[in-house]
């Protein structure tokens, strides 16, 4: 059982390229989150999906889009990454009354 | 706005003795309440879920208590293991939203 997977899990990105961050889970969990990590500031989320076919901002979510592709698939893009979106990257997803299950993270690094 | 504190920040321990880290939090209108572990450079594991109608859960030598009413929440770890270091954050999920709303979490460190 996968459970999260991500991908890639490491990338170094020049400012003003971009990229798209993959996410997939095999639980049928209907919600799907993604989270930036940042030192001295803990889990922020950026957008989320309570159901496939809807996408909401969360807390951070400017400088992202995002796209629920099925009930599996939750992709996060940076269309021209900036150096404040250093992070730690985690999708998550998750029914209402249930556990969260975390994927490993993306660990990016734009210069 | 629903806020999630974790008292302390940091916990430092010899092995084998129980600890309680603690978890507070300003909106009792919640589904659930979930503690979670982080080692360093990995994700997080979803290490107890508490229902808003249930006092407590447990799971080995861990145990989770909710008190809605006063709004907190403890993780009792018993026997501390120096494989029990890490941090522990905790997350409640309000009835408002989809969304967990986290604390920052307790970094714990056991000593041999």
């Known amino acids: 059982n996968a459970g999260v997977t991500q991908t890639p899990k490491f990338q170094v990105l020049k400012t003003g390229q971009s990229m798209t961050l993959q996410c997939a889970q095999d639980m049928n969990h209907n919600s799907m989150y993604w989270y930036r990590q940042d030192p001295g500031m803990g889990l922020r989320l950026i957008y989320y999906?309570?159901?496939?076919?809807?996408?909401d901002k969360g807390e951070v979510p400017n400088g992202y889009n995002v796209s629920r592709l099925n009930k599996r698939e939750f992709s996060l893009r940076l269309e021209s990454a900036a150096p404040s979106q250093t992070s730690v990257y985690f999708c998550?997803?998750?029914?209402?009354?249930?556990?969260?299950?975390f994927g490993q993270g993306t660990r990016l690094t734009v210069v | 706005k629903q806020e999630v504190t974790q008292i302390p920040a940091a916990l430092s321990v010899p092995e084998g003795e129980n600890l309680v880290l603690n978890c507070s939090f300003t909106d009792s209108a919640i589904y659930n309440l979930q503690w979670f572990r982080q080692d360093p450079g990995k994700g997080l594991t979803s290490l107890l879920l508490i229902q808003s109608s249930q006092r407590e859960q447990t799971s080995g030598r861990l145990n989770a208590s909710l008190d809605k009413s006063s709004g907190r929440s403890t993780l009792y770890i018993a026997a501390s293991q120096p494989g029990d270091s890490a941090t522990y954050l905790c997350a409640v999920r309000p009835h408002s939203n989809y969304q967990l709303i986290w604390g920052a979490g307790t970094k714990l460190i056991i000593k041999p």
């Open positions: 998550a997803s998750s029914e209402v009354q249930a556990r969260a299950f």
């Open positions: 999906s309570a159901s496939e076919g809807t996408t």
